[in-house]
């Protein structure tokens, strides 16, 4: 019961959307429940009339005394008279409409009961589908506001589970769950309503059975719930390890660790095995368990019915209600299971809605329509968790700068890119534009002044016109080519199958290093903003490769804001300055020339890379 309300709460903000179409699946669950006890009377009322009108007088007198619900019966009767022209009795000639209400009462029933079925299950499901799309949206958006530390502490494989996984346990909760929960009940309810209206001993007999069934359903719903979380977790590292063995799938085929990733996986799905065999041990122990009590009681019924001499025709309708009975009863007792389900899924869904980003917009947040001073860095600490990156950190950097930033790896050159985008906000001091705290500007206008060009070049299972476009949404097909023409990509573009509307696969997979860089640079280039961050852009390229793309960065960079963090010293020789991070501090700064010849950190690092300080026509260090 505790896990339907926590369900039901939690989905009800999305449920009363659509509760027109919920009342009315509701409705219809309602009456498919009442039209199985129909067949209880259809039945007993056929074999009724199998016995001489004589004889059913006789036995309607010997009942009539019972201290049962007079109304109820007075009503079946009259409906029994209702129908009296229209079935067959013995000792009455057959005329036609007697033949045809003979053939075709249960077959009418059975066809009322079924379309009653078909539209309550359509209603459910056609609610359930967009409960979860909108489910998943909002999944979506919220997962899209959370800071970068959260996706740092998440596994894509978590993430998966939580957006398919979780939200499917519910879809099944909805569309079946709730479903059965209306129907069988129902069902119950009004099947046993007809069989106490046709004998209350039996019915009060058949009920005895009934705590016999309940007992072991609420125990093994317990242990199916530990299994079901032990298998979510399970299938979450399974996910993970998927995603990491198949997008690192060059590298574990570079080192043969093909053998080393099987056992991997031979180790999850081992566990996976053990914990849905204690699965399946509880989940299949409820039908059996249900079937034998049912037997059972079945057996005793009958025994009771040859004991005290009861009428053929009760006893057939007393057995066409125990017979319909036994499918409620059995679904009732997986009802618990979807529950379970659903409710881990809610509680893991729960707990990612309650995230708040670490890094938030105010809501009088400052608009910054174009970048015209200075990008300024005041004291500014940072610290992933307890371990500093950035110390007391102060630097400016005027409008049209060409800013080159080196340093040894850790030395918190991508930290510094982060704060820019504002993916983080210090631990201290802050970071101003053209005089502004970036925490105080909004954060689309802040980012609309910023371009990366970055080694780990990301584009998507789209076509290139598509991919360009992403850097400025609603980007014309003109200024798409106009980016590509600068950035020296059009002319291979066209050299593909499609052109423009080639899809390049997933994260561009079907082209070169090189021509996914450029593409990159173009979808920079689209975005014309004032401040371009080249992160190791030609980092990963070969020597070819990287003349082509350092043209095109060369000509992006023109007119613009430049901060270039590289690895690779020799392309820091154009800019303007040079600042040198060692432990999130600034060590040295400087011309490139003048630091080579300053014989300090990054001469050090120059020497590393075999460059030197030209001091004649023969190449000197120091």
């Known amino acids: 019961m505790s896990a339907l309300k926590s369900i039901f709460r939690f989905g009800w903000p999305y449920l009363k959307r659509y509760r027109g179409r919920l009342f009315a699946g509701i409705l219809l669950g309602f009456l498919f429940g009442v039209s199985n006890a129909s067949f209880v009377w259809a039945t007993r009322t056929l074999f009724d009339r199998l016995t001489p009108p004589e004889q059913r007088e006789v036995r309607i007198k010997k009942t009539s005394d019972s201290a049962l619900a007079q109304r109820l019966k007075s009503m079946q009767r009259s409906a029994e008279a209702a129908c009296d022209p229209f079935l067959p009795s013995r000792g009455r000639a057959l005329d036609g409409w007697q033949i045809a209400g003979g053939m075709l009462l249960l077959p009418f029933l059975v066809f009322v009961r079924g379309s009653v079925g078909y539209l309550n299950s359509y209603c459910m499901s056609w609610v359930s589908e967009r409960v979860i799309k909108d489910l ?7 997962l899209n506001s959370l800071s970068m530390d959260f996706f740092n502490r998440a596994t ?19 569309s079946l769950g709730f479903s059965d929960l209306v129907k069988e009940p129902i069902t119950v309810v009004s099947v046993g309503i007809g069989l106490l209206l046709i004998d209350w001993q039996l019915t009060l007999l058949s009920v005895m059975f009934i705590p016999f069934i309940v007992l072991p359903i609420q125990i093994l719903s317990k242990k199916t719930k530990k299994a079901l979380s032990s298998g979510m977790l399970a299938g979450i590292s399974q996910d993970s390890l998927l995603v990491e063995v198949y997008t690192s799938i060059r590298i574990v085929k570079a080192f043969c660790l093909e053998s080393f990733q099987i056992e991997r996986f031979r180790t999850i799905y081992q566990r996976l095995v053990h914990i849905g065999m204690k699965s399946v041990q509880a989940k299949e122990l409820i039908n059996p368990i249900i079937e034998v009590v049912s037997v059972m009681g079945l057996g005793v019924v009958i025994i009771f019915i040859f004991y005290t001499h009861r009428t053929i025709p009760n006893m057939v309708g007393f057995l066409t209600g125990i017979v319909l009975l036994y499918t409620p009863i059995k679904k009732l007792g997986g009802i618990p299971i979807y529950f379970q389900q659903a409710n881990i899924g809610a509680e893991r869904l729960i707990a990612i809605f309650q995230q708040q980003p670490s890094v938030q917009e105010k809501p009088d947040a400052k608009r910054l329509t174009t ?36 340093g040894e790896s850790g030395s918190g050159k991508s930290t510094l890119m982060n704060l820019i985008f504002r993916f983080y906000d210090p631990t201290g001091g802050r970071i101003t534009m053209d005089g502004h705290d970036l925490r105080d500007l909004a954060v689309f206008d802040l980012r609309s002044q910023l371009a990366l060009v970055s080694q780990d070049v990301v584009l998507f299972d789209q076509t290139v016109a598509e991919n360009i476009a ?25 050299r593909l199958p499609r052109g423009y509307q080639t899809r390049i696969g997933e994260a561009g997979k079907l082209l070169s290093g090189g021509q996914r860089q450029r593409l990159s640079i173009a979808r920079a280039f689209v975005r014309n903003a004032p401040i371009l961050i080249l992160d190791e852009a030609t980092g990963n390229l070969d020597s070819n490769a990287e003349a082509e793309v350092q043209a095109a960065i060369d000509r ?29 501090r ?17 001469a050090g690092l120059a020497r590393k890379q075999g460059i030197f300080h030209q001091t004649s026509s023969v190449p000197v260090a120091g």
Do not use: W
Request: net charge neutral; with cysteine.
């Open 371 to 406: 970048f015209t001073g200075e990008l300024a860095f005041e004291n500014v600490t940072f610290a992933y968790g307890k371990k500093p990156v950035l110390q007391n950190f102060t630097l400016r950097i005027p409008r049209g700068f060409r800013l080159g930033v080196a």
């Open 136 to 142: 998943r949206l909002d999944l979506l958006i919220k």
């Open 586 to 602: 600034i060590v040295e700064q400087g011309h490139f020339k003048e630091l080579l010849r300053s014989g300090g950190v990054f």
């Open 556 to 584: 992006l960079a023109e007119d613009r804001t430049v901060i270039c963090v590289a690895h690779r010293l020799s392309t820091l020789a154009g800019t303007d300055g040079i600042v040198v991070l060692s432990e999130g």
């Open 470 to 494: 992403h850097g400025k949404p609603g980007a014309t097909q003109a200024e798409v080519e106009a980016a590509a023409r600068a950035s020296f990509a059009h002319d291979f573009i066209l």
């Open 156 to 174: 894509v494989g978590e993430l998966l589970g939580r957006v398919n996984g979780d939200t499917m346990a519910l879809y099944r909760c909805m």
